[in-house]
Each structure stands twice: as structure tokens, then as C-alpha cells.
């Protein structure tokens, strides 16, 4: 409020010196009736009430005057007298009528081209918005004032518009251009001092600036500048005791370091025979572990070589590639995680125009994954083989109650299961049939005719486990014509789970779009972009077990 007060101030003393029109302007447009006695006296009483506060008396009184200039169409006095109004409306607070008369004053200047009035009423209008926090009519009229101001070339002026400035970065929390302008206008503040200090005129500015300025500035400027250095000197005072604190945390660890290192030191001194009696206890204790050590590395060693064994035997029970190959044009981009898989792909030539194929996920990796492979191999091609069953609905369907009974889920914990995706292949002259259904795996196909990708979801649900213990599972398929160029993608999740050097996933999107690039070249080449791709875009450590299967039409 202290700034407020300030600017107020600036102002009433800028309407009654800086900015009164002199009277060599003055040029009337119709005969005066109004003594110059009779503007004296009316003045006289304006200023004894408004000294005493008597404000309701001075309004009255000025309004009385711009009656009679009105009469006379004076238009100076008009003006001077719609500023006296709007200054008393605005020690009231009544910032409508204070609005309204020096609106009058400033549409008044502004016909007439009086540049320093006019910019006069621009920063107190730009002032009256601004205590009704109306920030964009602020700065309308702070940009009027800037642009004019400059032309001028008056310092006082100037200053009050830094004033003003400085108020409008306060209110709308922009500390650092709030200071900024306050110290403008300290600065030309002490400027103009300076320079009228000895001038003819000293005795009256003296009055006007030293008397009441330069205390203002002491109370007031100094006041709004300290609010907003406060939390700049609070801000250094959090950092000194910042400092302070870590220099005396410091202290005390490297006290504390220090009495730690003493006592050890004389407890190494005092029990340098304990210590002596336990290294060779550790040494002991070393070779043991290095029998162990040794005992360890053979038990990993056979381990190892069982499980690369059982990769023998597993790679052993997934489908022939070489007979894949004379029926579809294909690339497989396979990868267990710990030697043995619990993903594994299955192919079966149902004759020499058909085909069944699928990739399945089967629960865990590693030795207890390759375990569930190899029922899953088995209960397939019973199915198929034994059953003859060959439609992928009807498979799955099969395959999910096989599981239950083989792994006993009805009377055991066990959960296990498997993810798949299934399809049948029929080539029929220069087009092919598929028929796809799915356990919680997407198929992926791709029409080279119409570029795009169908991302066909599977049953939500997965073979085995909880699943299969819900009664009437019914799995089901869809059927997918395909003609040459097109291409479909089975796969387990552990490609699109694998995460990023970025960690992120690897995703889908990724995936196919990768795939897309190579459209146009043949099954293996098609594959080589992605894995490099994969392998540049993947962190080091391998998620899961990764089955890629890519079928070419």
C-alpha cells in the first residue's frame, strides 16, 4: 500500500505542476464569461478542502467549474478540471468515476495532440486498471505510454512510468522485472534531484520532489524494493547456512572418522595376537572355500552341460526346418533365455497342399520352461497325429484339457499353461487360406495390397491352469484369405516385452514396422532388419525366451 500511496502521489503532483497546461495554450473557442478571480476563488476552496480532507466539498466545487468551462466549450480547462476530479475520485477509491474523468481528459488530449498530457493520462489510466487488476488494459495503456514517452524525452515522465511498471511486474509475480524497474526508477529518481538541485526553480521543486519524493523514496521505493530483495537475501541466508551445515556436518564425520580410526587403531594394537590367531583362521577358512569353490564350479559345470544336454534333446522335439521349408517360405528368429526354452515353434504337413504351425509361449524359461516344451510338443501332435485333429479352434480347445489332466491341476496348485498361436495353411493356386485362432496371442498379417497390418487377437484366455479349470472353454477361429507379397508374424511376447537401453518397452509398433521396411525383399532378409534393429535397440540382459516366426506368401 506504501507504493501505492507513492504513485498516488506522483500523480497528484504531476496533475498540479508538472503536467498543468500553461495558459499560453489555452485558446478558447467561444467568448469567456468565467474572471480569472472566479477561477482563483473556486481553486482556492478546491485546495483548503482537500487539505482537510473535505473531499465531498472539492468535488463539488470542481464539478461546478467544469460546468461553467463546458458552458464556454473551454477545453483546457476541461481537461485540468476532469484530472482534479479523477484524482479526488481516486483518493476515495471510487475507481470508475476517477476512470471516467481522466478518460474524458485523455480522449480530450488526444484530439487536441497534446503529447504531454496525453501521455500523462495514459500512465494514470495504465494506474487506476492496474488497481483493479485489469492486467491487459494495463498494459494497453503502459504500451501507449512506452511508445510516447520515448518521443518526448522527459525524465520525469519516464521515471513515472518505471513507477507504474515496477507495480504491474509486482502484482503479476514477476519479481525479477519488478526489481528491475524499481531500481529505473530509484536511479532517475536521484537523477532528477541531482539536476534540479541548482536550478532557478530550486525553492519549488525543492517542495515538490525533495520534501516529499526523496522521504518517499526512503519510506516507500525502499520499502517495494525490500520486498522483493528479501527473498533474494533469504534465499542467500538458506545458502550460507547451507553451507554452514555441510561444512559442519563435515566436521563432525571427520571427527567422527577420526575417533573411529583412533580406536581401531589402538584395538589393532591391543589384540594384534587375536588378530593374528583369526588370519590364520581366514586362511583356513580360504582354502576350505576354495575346495568348495572348486566342488562348485564341477557341480556347474555338469549342470551346465546337462542343460546343454536337454538342448540337444529339446531342439531335438521342435519341428524340422528343412521339412518347413518345402512348404512355406518362412524365417525364425529363436532365442532362449538360459540355453533351454520354454517358447518352441511346431509345424505338421497335414498333406501336400496343407499345413499347421504355431508358436507358443509356455509359462517360465530355462530347465522348468523346456520341461513344459516338451508336454506341450507331445500333447500336440497327440492331438493332431492321434486325435486328427486339425482345426485350430478345435485344437486349442484340446490342448487346454490335455494340459489340465497332464499336469494333475485338478487336485494340485499348479497353474502352468501356454500361450499359442495357431494357424492353418491350405494353398489353393496362387492363393491361400488361413485359418487362425489363438490363446492370448495376436496373429499379425499383412496385406501388400493394401499396406496395412490386421492385428488379429486371439481368446483372451491361456491354455492350463486357472483357465482351464473354467467349465466350456469353446476356443475360436477366423478365416484369412492371402495372396502373394502378403505376409503374416507368429510370435511369443518376449519380443515385445524386452525392454529398451531407454526402458521402454520394444513393443508391437516397433516390431511391424520394422517387418514393413523389408516388404519387398525375401523372408530372411525381411527378418535381418528387425534383429538388427532388436539387437540395437535391446539392453544387454535378455527378458524372456524370444520366438519370432515369419511366413512369406
Excluded at 143 to 149: D, F, G, L, M, Q
Excluded at 416 to 427: N, S, T, V
Aim: glycine share 4%; charged share 25%; hydrophobic share 40%.
Amino acid at each position: 500500500m506504501k507504493i501505492k500511496a507513492l504513485i498516488f502521489c506522483l500523480f497528484c503532483f504531476c496533475a498540479t505542476v508538472t503536467h498543468a497546461v500553461p495558459k499560453e495554450s489555452y485558446i478558447p473557442t467561444k467568448q469567456a464569461h468565467i474572471t480569472d478571480d472566479f477561477i482563483d476563488s473556486i481553486n482556492t476552496v478546491i485546495r483548503l478542502n482537500w487539505k482537510k480532507d473535505n473531499i465531498d466539498i472539492a468535488i463539488e466545487k470542481l464539478l461546478l467549474l467544469l460546468s461553467e468551462y463546458q458552458k464556454i466549450d473551454n477545453t483546457i480547462g476541461i481537461i485540468k478540471t476532469c484530472n482534479k476530479l479523477g484524482f479526488l475520485y481516486l483518493k476515495v477509491q471510487d475507481f470508475d468515476r476517477a476512470f471516467s474523468y481522466f478518460k474524458n481528459a485523455h480522449d480530450l488530449n488526444q484530439a487536441r495532440k497534446l503529447h504531454k498530457n496525453l501521455l500523462f493520462n495514459q500512465l494514470i489510466l495504465a494506474y487506476i486498471n492496474l488497481q483493479e487488476d485489469d492486467f491487459v488494459n494495463t498494459q494497453f495503456y503502459l504500451k501507449e505510454a512506452s511508445n510516447s514517452v520515448m518521443l518526448l524525452g522527459d525524465s520525469s515522465l519516464i521515471r513515472r512510468m518505471y513507477g507504474i511498471t515496477a507495480l504491474y511486474y509486482e502484482k503479476i509475480k514477476d519479481n525479477d522485472k519488478a526489481l528491475d524497474y524499481f531500481k529505473r526508477y530509484e536511479l532517475i529518481t536521484i537523477a532528477l534531484i541531482e539536476t534540479h538541485r541548482n536550478s532557478a526553480n530550486r525553492n519549488a521543486f525543492k517542495d515538490i520532489i525533495l520534501d516529499t519524493e526523496t522521504n518517499l523514496l526512503d519510506d516507500n521505493i525502499k520499502f517495494g524494493l525490500h520486498n522483493l530483495q528479501l527473498k533474494e537475501k533469504e534465499d542467500r541466508i538458506e545458502q550460507v547456512q547451507k553451507v554452514k551445515n555441510i561444512l559442519l556436518s563435515g566436521i563432525i564425520v571427520n571427527v567422527i572418522v577420526l575417533l573411529v580410526l583412533v580406536y581401531l587403531l589402538i584395538d589393532r594394537i591391543r589384540d594384534n595376537r587375536v588378530l593374528n590367531q583369526k588370519n590364520l583362521k581366514i586362511e583356513q577358512q580360504k582354502s576350505e572355500l576354495s575346495l568348495q569353490k572348486e566342488k562348485l564350479t564341477i557341480q556347474n559345470k555338469n549342470i551346465t552341460s546337462s542343460i546343454n544336454y536337454a538342448q540337444t534333446i529339446q531342439n531335438a522335439s521342435l519341428a524340422d526346418l528343412n521339412l518347413m521349408s518345402e512348404m512355406i517360405d518362412f524365417a525364425l528368429f529363436y532365442r532362449p533365455k538360459d540355453i533351454v526354452s520354454g517358447d518352441f515353434y511346431w509345424y505338421h504337413k497335414v498333406s501336400d497342399t496343407t499345413c499347421l504351425v504355431a508358436v507358443v509361449d509356455s509359462t517360465g524359461h530355462g530347465v522348468p520352461g523346456a520341461f513344459m516344451s516338451l508336454i506341450g510338443i507331445q500333447l500336440l501332435n497327440e492331438i493332431v497325429v492321434g486325435k486328427r485333429i486339425e482345426e485350430p479352434a478345435a485344437i486349442i480347445t484340446e490342448l487346454n484339457k490335455s494340459l489340465f489332466k497332464a499336469l494333475k491341476q485338478e487336485t494340485s496348485e499348479n497353474e502352468d499353461g501356454m500361450d499359442i498361436c495357431l494357424c492353418k495353411i491350405e494353398k489353393k493356386e496362387n492363393l491361400y487360406n488361413i485359418t487362425y485362432s489363438g490363446a492370448k496371442r495376436p496373429l499379425y498379417f499383412y496385406s501388400k495390397t493394401l499396406e496395412a497390418y490386421q492385428i488379429i487377437a486371439g481368446n483372451p484366455n491361456s491354455t492350463g491352469g486357472r483357465y482351464a479349470k473354467k467349465a466350456n472353454i469353446e476356443y475360436t477361429q477366423i478365416q484369412i484369405e492371402a495372396q502373394p507379397g502378403d505376409f503374416m508374424v507368429l510370435s511369443s511376447d518376449g519380443m515385445i516385452d524386452q525392454p529398451t537401453k531407454e526402458n521402454k518397452k520394444y513393443g508391437s509398433q516397433r516390431f511391424l514396422e520394422q517387418l514393413k521396411k523389408g516388404v519387398a525383399l525375401n523372408s530372411k532378409e525381411q527378418m535381418s532388419i528387425f534383429v538388427n534393429d532388436f539387437e540395437t535397440m535391446k539392453k544387454e540382459d535378455q527378458r524372456d525366451d524370444l520366438t519370432v516366426l515369419l511366413i512369406k506368401f
